[in-house]
Antibody
Framework: EVHLVESGGGLVQPGGSLRLSCAAS????????MNWVRQAPGKGLEWISY????????YYTDSLKGRFTISRDNAENSLYLQMNNLRVDDTGVYYC???????????WGQGTLVTVSS | EIVLTQSPGTLSLSPGERATLSCRAS???????LAWYQHRLGQPPRLLIY???SRATGIPDRFSGGGSGTDFTLTISRLEPEDFAVYYC??????FGPGTKLEIK
């Protein structure tokens, strides 16, 4: 069974940094593209980034390029999101999700809450 | 950047009725990249449809998707109580639509 567990969320001041992690199990991690998606309070879903299985390809939503960096460690079955210069509007629940073999995000973690506030 | 819009914003129906949700792209997208998700409060999103019309594993056949180009549709043939949630369309590797809230009438 696919299992994704996010961690690393918490309270951070504006301008601060945070590194989110996603621990994966139940599948061959290196075979799959992985994604980060977030949801601000009372808002819809926002796709942030994805990284291919080999880390060769990385894509970001335009508005977050330069502040957020996706990475993975296939030996550790882990996905990461480094978030710098955080803003109040980065507050929300952050999900990691595994891409399907064709398309779509077929497996999701429960999410980790990031709160950016002074 | 391709923008997805969804209509209606809110849909009020009763269990047993048919629901039709629309997703429109600002320019043509490949049908292979269009997916639909169900999102219930307090739970992670759930993939329903990928490739515009293929049901994900374990999704009941009352859910169906269709469309191509700029216009896509999610249909729920007979609403069950657990179907009342928010539904999002998504272009793979890009933006989500703003969502349609399906509420009990």
């Amino acid at each position: 069974e696919v299992h994704l567990v996010e961690s690393g969320g918490g309270l951070v001041q504006p301008g601060g940094s945070l590194r989110l992690s996603c621990a994966a199990s139940g599948f061959t991690f290196s075979d799959y593209t992985m994604n980060w998606v977030r949801q601000a309070p009372g808002k819809g879903l926002e796709w942030i980034s994805y990284i291919s299985g080999s880390s060769r390809n990385k894509y970001y939503t335009d508005s977050l390029k330069g502040r957020f960096t996706i990475s993975r460690d296939n030996a550790e079955n882990s996905l990461y999101l480094q978030m710098n210069n955080l803003r109040v509007d980065d507050t929300g629940v952050y999900y990691c999700a595994r891409s399907g073999a064709v398309s779509g995000l077929e497996s999701w973690g429960q999410g980790t809450l990031v709160t950016v506030s002074s | 950047e391709i923008v997805l819009t969804q209509s209606p914003g809110t849909l009020s129906l009763s269990p047993g009725e048919r629901a039709t949700l629309s997703c429109r792209a600002s320019q043509s997208i490949s049908y292979t990249n269009l997916a639909w998700y169900q999102h219930r409060l307090g739970q992670p999103p759930r993939l329903l449809i990928y490739g515009a019309s293929s049901r994900a594993t374990g999704i009941p056949d009352r859910f169906s998707g269709g469309g191509s180009g700029t216009d896509f549709t999610l249909t729920i043939s007979r609403l069950e109580p657990e179907d009342f949630a928010v539904y999002y369309c998504h272009q793979y590797g890009s933006s989500f639509g703003p969502g349609t809230k399906l509420e009990i009438k």
